[in-house]
């Protein structure tokens, strides 16, 4: 685990944020986000902790202010995932703008709301459960605000499940990580918030390393394909590909060196084979194809030949006397016998 190395992470992430005072231009970056989702709740522990006359009126009120206040929150989920791509452009020596936080926010605002708030929901079903279970869903989805800025093409059921693949086996690392800004809590407390300005970029710094390092061991390991932080690797041949430096996106803990993609695991999810039903090969009559635009002209019926002792009638244009038809004893093979009658007046009766 020495990829997750605390106390090496921790000491780079103030080593970079040090120089030109890097963290108070991150925090002045973040400052209207932090103002516009907490304003309303510091207003509304203002009303409730002071006392009035007409108790029932401010308590309504106050309800008030905090309806507001959640509503705003949850409008604020896009801009609040956005401040996590803001430090991983940071960290990545692209130097971004304060402003590419809010536009990234604007242009993205429908896929971060829908996968920050079904995220948020499927954690708190969870916690309704039991505390443990819900803490732990609530590590096992910490990096879903850093995948969906890397790849916005994903579902949010996508990048839920790539969050926990990344995170197996290493939440306790992760929660272990936040107790040890214990102390800096207590700091900010102590100093009614101003010690804010220095340890939210702070921790922001460490979080977005994290990250990095998590992706890359993934990566690495065969766990998730690079493709699915957006990473697009084009083949140079066969055997080998090329397109992904880990130059450019260093790894926090050791030397940058370049990625050479690894064949997933067995075990690894494979695509099922297509055994969808094929229709059986026609092999009726098949109509000729006419190539030249040309009508085929049906064959007219031909009639059999007749045998040779077949009877063939004339044809009767009309009324033809019987006299006039003639026998062709040629045509047909007939005998005629004669036998008396037993009425014939020449015969003879014989008692």
Same mark, same amino acid.
């Given at each position: !685990? ?9 000491? /780079? ?36 902790? &002071? ?30 995932? &956005? ?54 869903? &609530? ?96 083949? &140079? ?8 430096? !880990? ?28 055994? !969808? ?16 635009? /040309? ?42 016998? /004669? /036998? ?12």
């Amino acid at each position: !685990m020495d990829f997750l190395n605390r106390k090496a992470i921790k000491a /780079e992430a103030r080593a970079f944020i040090r120089p030109d005072r890097k963290w108070f231009s991150i925090f002045l970056a973040i400052l209207p986000y932090v103002i516009v989702t907490n304003m309303f709740t510091v207003a509304y522990s203002v009303k409730a902790g &002071a006392d009035f006359s007409d108790g029932n009126y401010y308590q309504v009120q106050g309800s008030s202010w905090s309806f507001i206040g959640n509503i705003i929150k949850l409008l604020a989920i896009p801009f609040g995932m &956005a401040a996590a791509g803001y430090m991983l452009n940071h960290i990545r020596g692209f130097n971004p703008e304060w402003k590419s936080l809010y536009i990234e926010g604007k242009d993205r605002f429908g896929k971060y709301f829908e996968v920050g708030f079904i995220t948020g929901l499927v954690t708190l079903l969870w916690s309704l459960l039991f505390i443990i279970p819900g803490i732990v869903k &609530a590590y096992a989805f910490s990096q879903v605000e850093y995948i969906i800025h890397d790849n916005p093409n994903l579902s949010t059921q996508d990048v839920r499940k790539i969050s926990d693949l990344m995170t197996k086996g290493y939440k306790g690392e992760l929660f272990i990580k936040d107790l040890s800004f214990f102390l800096w809590y207590m700091l900010i407390l102590c100093t009614l918030g101003i010690a804010a300005i220095y340890v939210t970029p702070y921790m922001m710094t460490v979080n977005a390393m994290y990250y990095e390092n998590l992706k890359n061991h993934a990566i690495e390991a065969g766990i998730v394909a690079p493709e699915a932080f957006g990473i697009v690797n084009t083949p &140079a041949d066969e055997n080998n590909m090329q397109g992904f430096d !880990m130059n450019s996106q260093p790894q926090f803990t050791g030397t940058a060196t370049t990625y050479t993609p690894v064949q997933p695991a067995d075990n690894g999810y494979q695509a099922p084979q297509n055994n !969808m039903y094929q229709p059986p090969v026609n092999n009726a009559y098949q109509a000729p194809v006419n190539n030249g635009f /040309e009508p085929v002209a049906p064959k007219a019926p031909e009639a059999p030949e007749a045998a040779e002792n077949s009877f063939i009638p004339k044809q009767d244009s009309g009324f033809a006397d019987d006299s006039n038809m003639e026998f062709n004893p040629a045509q047909r093979d007939v005998t005629v016998t /004669e /036998e008396p009658s037993e009425f014939d007046g020449n015969s003879e009766v014989n008692e």
